[in-house]
Structures are given as structure tokens and as C-alpha cells.
């Protein structure tokens, strides 16, 4: 009797993976933060040792999980068309849920922004709200994202080309125009004379941009991993999905970004 271990796995193109504890691993860490950063919010005392304890630990797990999935495609040449026709297809319906996101979110200011209730004086942004002025850091911002997904583009162009040392350039500018909208974004919120809790234009204006900002940062990760795999020499003219992946979703936080200053800070500013 023949076993499963004894076929050829080269007589298909998909990669049947080992057995890994880091999905689940990562499921139960992440949970244990969602419940933690709920018990912070709630001033529980012990809640802030557990958020950072949880953190460290997520990002121990995605590490070591991703860590194997590079192994894989990169050096054990598991990756092949068919695999990365399965994890575009992935990535574009993550892109997607992550549209879904952002659009409930557009929902709810367009329905408090549109029709304002008396609540809130009838108009809007709500009277007596000192909102921020568009033309100041937010072009600031608009500009240096609208820049770093033209760089961003070049790098994905020289690793086609075959050209590593732009698509190291491209990268290293991307990340760092990345760095500095985080920090001006930063600064934004620490001159700011509303906060979340003022009327419902502040708590639409911090989810939007906030969860914007963390989508930045997640983005600004991924392009670093990039990088540092670019100067390892793990990117080739004709393999570098964990590259296109991290472009993607890139120029998915530059739309947003888009939408976000055309609506809330243009058009929903005073």
C-alpha cells in the first residue's frame, strides 16, 4: 500500500503546506488583544500590561508565519503560478473587505453630514466647531502620498526591468514619504482644538483618518519588509508577489486618501 508521502509533488502545481501552529496561535494572541484593548477602555488597571504583552506577541506570531511563507515561495520555490494566482486572488478580495470597511464609515458621514440634525444646530460641521483648514498640512499630506505612490510605481518598474538598485530607491522613498504623513498626521492631531468625543464630526473625523492613518503604518511595514528582501537579493524580475501585494495595497491607502480629503476636509470642512 502506497502512503500519501510516497507520490511525486511535483505532479501538480499547488503546494500543499506543512503543519504550522501560527495561525492559530496568531487567532487566539489576537483575540487576547481585542478582549485586552476592550478592558483598557474600560480602565481596567491590569489591561495595559495585557494590550502590550498581546502585541509583542502578535507580531512574535506574524513573524514566524510569514517568516515560513517567504521560506517557502522564496527559497523552497513552492510559490508557483498557480499558488500566486490563489494569494492575488486573496489579496484583492482582502483589498475589497478593506473597501467594505472604509465605505460604513463614508456611510455614516455622509448621512450625519448631508442631513444634519438639530442636535447639532441644522448645519454642518456643527456650530461653533473650529474644523482644520484644507489648504495647510492636509495638502501637505495629499501631496507626499500622491508622491509616494508615483515612487512606489517606479520601484514596481525596475523590478520588472530588472533594475535592483531603483527598486531599492523607490522603496526607501516610498517608506520615508510614508513616515512623514505619519508624523504630520501626528501633529494634526496634537493641534487639533476638537477631539473624538466633540458632537458626532469629531468622532466621524478621527475614525476616518485615524483608521487611515493605521492603514499608513501597516502599509509603511510592509514596504520596510520589502525592502529589506529587495537588498537579500528575494525579488526577481519574474517573482516578487510579496512585493506586487505590498503595492497594492499601497495605492489602496493613496485612493482612500483621496476620497477621504475630497470629502472630509473639502467638502466637509467649512
Given at each position: 500500500?502506497?502512503s500519501?508521502y510516497?507520490?511525486?509533488?511535483?505532479?501538480?502545481?499547488?503546494?500543499?503546506?506543512?503543519?504550522?501552529?501560527?495561525?492559530?496561535?496568531?487567532?487566539?494572541?489576537?483575540?487576547n488583544?481585542?478582549?485586552?484593548?476592550?478592558?483598557?477602555?474600560?480602565?481596567?488597571?491590569?489591561?495595559?500590561?495585557?494590550?502590550?504583552?498581546?502585541?509583542?506577541?502578535?507580531?512574535f506570531?506574524?513573524?514566524?508565519?510569514?517568516?515560513?511563507?517567504i521560506?517557502?515561495g522564496?527559497?523552497?520555490?513552492?510559490?508557483?503560478?498557480?499558488?500566486?494566482?490563489?494569494i492575488?486572488?486573496?489579496?484583492?478580495?482582502?483589498?475589497?473587505?478593506?473597501?467594505?470597511?472604509?465605505?460604513?464609515?463614508?456611510?455614516?458621514?455622509?448621512?450625519?453630514?448631508?442631513?444634519?440634525?438639530?442636535?447639532?444646530?441644522?448645519?454642518?460641521?456643527?456650530?461653533?466647531?473650529?474644523?482644520?483648514?484644507?489648504?495647510?498640512?492636509?495638502?501637505?499630506?495629499?501631496?507626499?502620498?500622491?508622491?509616494?505612490?508615483?515612487?512606489?510605481?517606479?520601484?514596481h518598474?525596475?523590478?520588472?526591468?530588472?533594475?535592483?538598485?531603483?527598486?531599492?530607491?523607490?522603496?526607501?522613498?516610498?517608506?520615508?514619504?510614508?513616515?512623514?504623513?505619519?508624523?504630520?498626521?501626528?501633529?494634526?492631531?496634537?493641534?487639533?482644538?476638537?477631539?473624538?468625543?466633540?458632537?458626532?464630526?469629531?468622532?466621524?473625523?478621527?475614525?476616518?483618518?485615524?483608521?487611515?492613518?493605521?492603514?499608513?503604518?501597516?502599509?509603511?511595514?510592509?514596504?520596510?519588509?520589502?525592502?529589506?528582501?529587495?537588498?537579500?537579493?528575494?525579488?526577481?524580475?519574474?517573482?516578487?508577489?510579496?512585493?506586487?501585494?505590498?503595492?497594492?495595497?499601497?495605492?489602496?491607502?493613496?485612493?482612500?486618501?483621496?476620497?477621504?480629503?475630497?470629502?472630509?476636509?473639502?467638502?466637509?470642512?467649512r
Amino acid at each position: 500500500m502506497f502512503s500519501r508521502y510516497n507520490f511525486n509533488t511535483e505532479q501538480h502545481p499547488f503546494h500543499l503546506v506543512d503543519q504550522s501552529p501560527w495561525p492559530f496561535l496568531t487567532g487566539v494572541v489576537l483575540l487576547n488583544f481585542v478582549l485586552s484593548l476592550v478592558g483598557w477602555f474600560y480602565m481596567f488597571s491590569f489591561s495595559i500590561f495585557s494590550v502590550l504583552i498581546s502585541l509583542f506577541s502578535l507580531i512574535f506570531c506574524l513573524y514566524q508565519w510569514f517568516g515560513n511563507i517567504i521560506i517557502e515561495g522564496t527559497i523552497e520555490g513552492h510559490h508557483t503560478k498557480k499558488v500566486q494566482k490563489g494569494i492575488r486572488i486573496g489579496m484583492i478580495l482582502f483589498i475589497t473587505s478593506e473597501i467594505m470597511f472604509f465605505f460604513a464609515f463614508f456611510w455614516a458621514f455622509f448621512h450625519v453630514s448631508i442631513s444634519p440634525s438639530i442636535s447639532i444646530g441644522g448645519i454642518w460641521p456643527p456650530f461653533g466647531l473650529d474644523v482644520l483648514n484644507p489648504w495647510h498640512i492636509p495638502l501637505l499630506n495629499t501631496l507626499m502620498l500622491l508622491s509616494s505612490g508615483v515612487s512606489v510605481t517606479w520601484a514596481h518598474r525596475a523590478i520588472i526591468a530588472g533594475n535592483r538598485n531603483a527598486l531599492i530607491q523607490g522603496l526607501l522613498i516610498t517608506i520615508l514619504l510614508g513616515l512623514l504623513f505619519t508624523e504630520c498626521q501626528i501633529f494634526e492631531y496634537l493641534t487639533a482644538s476638537f477631539a473624538i468625543n466633540s458632537s458626532v464630526y469629531g468622532t466621524t473625523f478621527y475614525l476616518l483618518t485615524g483608521f487611515h492613518g493605521f492603514h499608513v503604518i501597516i502599509g509603511s511595514i510592509l514596504l520596510s519588509v520589502c525592502l529589506i528582501r529587495a537588498i537579500k537579493y528575494h525579488f526577481i524580475r519574474l517573482h516578487h508577489l510579496g512585493l506586487e501585494a505590498s503595492i497594492w495595497y499601497w495605492h489602496f491607502v493613496d485612493i482612500v486618501w483621496i476620497f477621504l480629503y475630497l470629502m472630509l476636509y473639502i467638502w466637509g470642512g467649512r
